[in-house]
C-alpha cells in the first residue's frame, strides 16, 4: 500500500500531467497528492503495528514475530483502512483519466503464481511464455550478469532475453487470483487487462488495481484475525 501510493502518486502522476515532482503537482491538483500521502500514511501504520516501526521493521524473526497485534490493535485501524479502501478505487479512476502515450508490444511477464491466493509473497515462477519453476529452480530459467558501469546485476533469461516484472506481470499472469474488489474493478474497465499486458506506460494502473487488491485483503485479514498462541514458533 505505502509502496504503490508512493509509485503512483509521487513518481508517476507528477510525469503523466507534466510537473517536475509531487511538490509543484499539490499546487495544481491538491486532492490528488493529499490521497496519495493518506494512502501512503495508512500503509506505514500497518507496517509499525506488524513490525514495529513503519521503515525496516524490527519485529520480524525467524519463525515468526517477536510481537503480534492485539485483535483490538488492528481492529481500531479498519475505518482507516475502509477509507483506503475507497481512496484506492479512486487511484485507479484517475488514472484511467490520464493521457497515456500510445505504445505498444509483446512483452515477455514474469511473475509468482499461487492456487489460492494473490501472489504477492509465494508461488511458483511462471511467464507468458509458458515458465513453470519452484523458486529454488530460478537458475534453470534465468541468469544475472554483470555489466560495467554498475555494481547492480543484470538478469536475462536463459537464452539472453529480457523480461517484465512486477505489478503488470503480476495483472497480467495472475487476474484470476484477484480479490473480488480488484477483479471487478479490472474488468469494470473495458480494455484494462489488454493495455496493462501490452503496453508499459499503463503499469500505473497496474498498481492501482493492487492497491485495490491490497486494501480489501487488509481488511479481510482484520476480520478475520485470531491471535496466536505464541508470536514464534521455536525451532
Same mark, same amino acid.
Given at each position: ?12 502522476? $507528477? ?6 515532482? +509531487?511538490? !509543484? ?5 491538491? #486532492? ?9 500514511? /495508512? ?25 503480534? $497485534? ?30 497515456? =502515450? ?12 499461487? =492456487? ?18 519452484? $523458486? ?10 554483470? *555489466? !560495467?558501469?554498475?555494481?547492480?546485476? *543484470? ?12 505489478? #503488470? ?5 495472475? +487476474?484470476?487470483?484477484? *480479490? =473480488? ?23 500505473? #494502473?497496474?498498481? +492501482? ?5 491490497? /486494501? ?11 491471535? =496466536? !498462541?505464541?508470536?514464534?514458533? /521455536?525451532?
Amino acid at each position: 500500500i505505502e509502496s504503490h501510493a508512493l509509485h503512483v502518486y509521487l513518481l508517476h502522476l $507528477p510525469d503523466f500531467l507534466g510537473y517536475p515532482s +509531487a511538490v !509543484e503537482l499539490a499546487r495544481d491538483h491538491r #486532492a490528488a497528492v493529499e490521497r496519495g500521502l493518506a494512502l501512503k500514511r /495508512t500503509g506505514n501504520r500497518l507496517v509499525k503495528l506488524l513490525g514495529g516501526r513503519p521503515i525496516h521493521p524490527i519485529s520480524v524473526r525467524v519463525g515468526g514475530f517477536s510481537r503480534v $497485534p492485539r485483535r483490538t490493535e488492528l481492529e481500531a485501524l479498519r475505518p482507516e483502512l475502509e477509507a483506503a479502501a475507497g481512496q484506492a478505487r479512486e487511484t485507479l479512476e484517475l488514472v484511467l483519466g490520464l493521457d497515456v =502515450p500510445e505504445y505498444e508490444r509483446e512483452p515477455r511477464l514474469v511473475a509468482l503464481r499461487h =492456487p489460492g491466493e494473490y501472489p504477492f509473497n509465494d508461488g511458483r515462477i511462471v511467464s507468458s511464455d509458458a515458465i513453470d519453476l519452484r $523458486p529454488s529452480d530460478w537458475r534453470e530459467a534465468f541468469h544475472e550478469e554483470q *555489466h !560495467e558501469g554498475t555494481n547492480a546485476l *543484470h538478469a536475462r533469461t536463459a537464452d539472453g532475453g529480457v523480461y517484465l516484472l512486477g505489478p #503488470a506481470a503480476r495483472v497480467s499472469l495472475c +487476474a484470476g487470483q484477484l *480479490h =473480488p474488489a480488484a477483479a471487478g474493478a479490472l474488468a469494470a474497465a473495458d480494455g484494462l487487462a489488454e493495455r496493462i499486458r501490452r503496453n508499459p506506460y499503463w503499469s500505473i #494502473a497496474a498498481r +492501482a488495481v493492487e492497491l485495490i487488491q491490497a /486494501t480489501s485483503e487488509a481488511l479481510d485479514i482484520v476480520d478475520a484475525y485470531r491471535p =496466536p !498462541e505464541a508470536p514464534a514458533v /521455536t525451532w
